[in-house]
């Protein structure tokens, strides 16, 4: 395609050469230095196995899962694509992406965390968008799961169809500052029946109002109470 291509470690490693393997902003320092040193238009970023994708813009700034996937819901929306104006996102996506999508007059389901929930619910609404801000985006209509090269591509179709380079794309959100904190647990009650716990989270809820939220769920594969506080400043 004519397209000038930098690898950055592109040999096959299952120990990662010592680095994080998860493709979070904070772990990609190569890929942005790659970027901005050869004046590169973007860069992307696979976990190990090439079902999620993060992508990095010209300026060396991340651009999650949340942002892409309004980046390609708003897109397919202009052409006239988007079944039933409707995208399927989960709990823990960023708030500000909601509140892109209210502003672009796209409707959302929120699913359980996990790409097999965020399917779920696109076949049962009619969906063919979703995805998480981890970099699963799951485009219906050409595959049932999460491939991080599909979505390399669809992001490059925006990019030159709008003739927009991605870091103006990505203004498309404002991301809200979010605050996880992991807590072991031995037991897994229903959180909401342990009055200190739901008094806290109310109050919380109270003192941010509509420009924050708490969530507060355990994981499903862990022994864990995963704790996340969200609002418009740090």
Known sequence: FGHE???????????FSGRPSEPKPKNLSKLKKAIIDNGLDFGVAFDGDGDRLIAVDQKGNGITGDRILAICANYMKKKG??????????VMSNLGFKLAL??????????DVGDRYVLQEMQNSG??????DSGHVIFLEHHTTGDGILTALKLIEVMKAESKPLSELGKIMSVFPQKLMNVEVKEKPDILTIPAIKAEIEA?????GEK???????SGTQPMCRVMVEGPTE
């Open 5 to 15: 291509l930098h690898l950055v470690h592109g040999e096959p490693d299952p120990f």
């Open 81 to 90: 694509i988007l079944k039933n104006n409707l995208a399927v996102t989960t």
């Open 102 to 111: 209210k502003e672009l007059g796209i409707g959302y389901i929120e699913a």
């Open 127 to 132: 969906a063919v968008i979703g995805g998480e």
């Open 204 to 208: 919380v809820e109270t003192h941010l």
């Open 212 to 218: 924050g939220r708490v969530l507060v769920r355990y």
